[in-house]
């Protein structure tokens, strides 16, 4: 039976640079986008950006292009590793730090928030259609 060690797993850097993405809410065609045209064979559509994000591994020029694109350091996409982050957030966490977290009292109504998030909303909707019946107007 052999041991596979931490060093010998391969980090799957499309992988990862998917799951960054993701978290940053970025999505495939945005990413595209922000690339430009990059030359190798990465092109401005959400397709090449799919085929990339499953490539084991990545060229260090155009990695540091999608870490500049993703504000991160290409080294996050290089090393991270889903299953060893995994495995320190349940080392860390014990039954002590969720029962603090229930003793947390919120400073703050929710309700509020969600009122004053829908009247920066509509505010902005009324912006919307003020400049769009001025744009008619001219027409």
Known sequence: MTNTNAM????H???????????????QDALA??????????????QKISLLEQKETIDAPL?????AALKIPAEAIQNF??????NIISNTFTDEAVAYAGQYKCTFNPIDKMV????RMLQQQKEMIDKLEKLIEKK
């Open 8 to 11: 010998d797993k391969k980090i």
């Open 13 to 27: 850097q499309g992988r990862n640079i998917k799951r960054f993405r993701e978290m940053l809410g970025i999505k």
């Open 33 to 46: 986008f922000e690339l430009g045209d990059v030359p190798i064979a990465i092109g401005r559509n959400q």
């Open 63 to 67: 990695l540091q292009q999608i870490s």
């Open 81 to 86: 590793d889903e299953e060893q982050a995994v």
């Open 116 to 119: 004053e998030l829908y009247e």
